[in-house]
T-cell receptor, first 115, second 114 residues
């Protein structure tokens, strides 16, 4: 049973370009969470999605960032017009549902570097 | 904001038990206690979770006080590979799971020495 898969593992973008980060949840999981970790800082929640729905986007920056989790395919975190401050590790996690006694499993992250 | 308080760091000798404390004095009756760890810059790894009873799995034991205001994660025989940042998290769920995100604090850095 494959774990949460994130790709690419490393992504380099020039300022102003777009970054697309992909997250394939574990088999049978319909809930996805995205987190960002700036260098030397903690994990910050960004967005929580269920298939075709955004449940909680309280941690998403108001501009340039968007996320989706379509009925088919991986969840996508999209960053438009990247800036150097977007350089960070982006992690996603998945869980089977929102039951309180359910674990969420994390992927190995995508390291975004903006040059 | 994280609802837990952990010391910033601790160390223990390899082969000995590591007892990692966590305070969560404002925990609600429907909130679980979760523990994750992050080794170097890898993705966080789930360790264990519980509500009010003590829990044990192949990785660790979780001891929750009777009033649920604090807990202790126990790694029974720490190895060098257990060196990591350990996060204690309380997790609540609302309608449609709207509150089911995991809110990470600063965690506790465990250093296992040879």
């Amino acid at each position: 049973n494959a774990g949460v898969m994130q790709n690419p593992r490393h992504l380099v973008r020039r300022r102003g370009q777009e970054a697309r980060l992909r997250c394939s949840p574990m088999k049978g999981h319909s809930h996805v969470y995205w987190y960002r970790q700036l260098p030397e800082e903690g994990l910050k929640f960004m967005v929580y999605l269920q298939k075709e729905n955004i449940i909680d986007e309280s941690g998403m920056p108001k501009e340039r960032f968007s996320a989706e989790f379509p009925k088919e395919g991986p969840s996508i975190l999209r960053i438009q017009q990247v800036v150097r401050g977007d350089s960070a590790a982006y992690f996603c996690a998945s869980s089977p549902g929102a039951q309180r006694n359910t674990e969420a499993f994390f992927g190995q992250g995508t390291r975004l570097t903006v040059v | 904001d994280a609802k837990t308080t952990q010391p910033p760091s601790m160390d223990c000798a390899e082969g000995r038990a590591a007892n990692l404390p966590c305070n969560h004095s404002t925990i609600s009756g429907n909130e679980y206690v979760y523990w994750y760890r992050q080794i170097h810059s890898q993705g966080p790894q789930y360790i264990i979770h519980g509500l009010k009873n003590n829990e044990t799995n192949e990785m660790a034991s979780l001891i929750i006080t009777e009033d649920r205001k604090s807990s202790t994660l126990i790694l029974p025989h720490a190895t060098l590979r257990d060196t990591a940042v350990y996060y204690c998290i309380v997790r609540a769920l609302g309608v449609r799971g709207a509150n089911s995100k995991l809110t990470f604090g600063k965690g506790i850095t465990l250093s296992v020495r040879p």
